[in-house]
């Protein structure tokens, strides 16, 4: 069972443009998302991350948009530039039930943004 | 300041052979994980501890076993390795603190022939 489902799978834009990539999600006791950027050879690391208490965080050019009804989010990388170019992973990850803050992972969309 | 550092880089490893992927971290975080990453998967969790002495099972753990006798490290056991087994692994750790960062290590990639 996923519970985390990622789109699209990857994602061309032009410098300068808007990317957009979504994530939905099944457990509603899930209490935190983080988005997570990956270049090639390295680990994630943490991009931006909200929680369901706030439908909007920015942070610079990439937004978190939540929509907490829908049980989706997703990430806005505004006047994309060609150093964007990586593997963004959307997560989410639960404070109850003994889970101890697992993060689960979406599959990943790979951003190309051409100069 | 160094974080996650994993051990070895890359690995190539004959199909029924053993070895241990290390992993330690110097953040002094509770909280570590395994992961293997299989492209266009995302991530899987394999085990994770909680601290020194607590390990648990993630999603994946058939053919893998984990130690944590320190806070720092917390290896990664392949016992009777598999093809199926050739993928990214990734360490990462994280405070004991609900909705905190995870930082990750540079990965091994490991093949199996």
């Known amino acids: 069972q996923q519970q985390v489902k990622q789109s699209p799978q990857s994602l061309i834009v032009q410098k300068g443009g808007i990317s957009i990539i979504n994530c939905a999600y099944e457990n509603t006791a899930f209490d935190y998302f983080p988005w997570y950027q990956q270049f090639p050879g390295k680990g994630p690391a943490l991009l931006i991350a909200i929680r369901p208490d706030v439908s909007e965080k920015k942070e610079g050019r990439f937004t978190i948009s939540f929509n907490k009804s829908a049980k989706q989010f997703s990430l806005h990388i505004m006047d994309s530039q060609p150093g964007d170019s990586a593997t963004y992973f959307c997560?989410?990850?639960?404070?109850?039930?003994?889970?101890?803050?697992?993060?689960?992972f979406g599959k990943g969309t790979l951003l190309t943004v051409n100069p | 300041n160094a974080g996650v550092t994993q051990t070895p880089k890359f690995r190539i490893l004959k199909i029924g052979q053993s070895m241990t992927l290390q992993c330690t971290q110097d953040?002094?975080?509770?909280?570590m994980y395994w992961y293997r990453q299989d492209p266009g998967m995302g991530l899987k969790l394999i085990y994770y501890s909680v601290g020194a002495g607590i390990t648990d099972k993630g999603e994946v753990p058939n053919g893998y076993n984990v130690s944590r006798s320190t806070t720092e490290d917390f290896p990664l056991r392949l016992e009777l390795a598999a093809p199926s087994q050739t993928s990214v692994y990734f360490c990462?750790?994280?405070?004991?603190?609900?909705?905190?960062?995870?930082?990750f290590g540079q990965g091994t990639r490991l093949t199996v022939v």
């Open positions: 997560a989410a990850s639960m404070s109850s039930g003994g889970s101890n803050y697992k993060l689960t």
């Open positions: 953040m002094n975080h509770n909280y």
């Open positions: 990462a750790s994280s405070p004991s603190i609900r909705g905190t960062e995870a930082f």
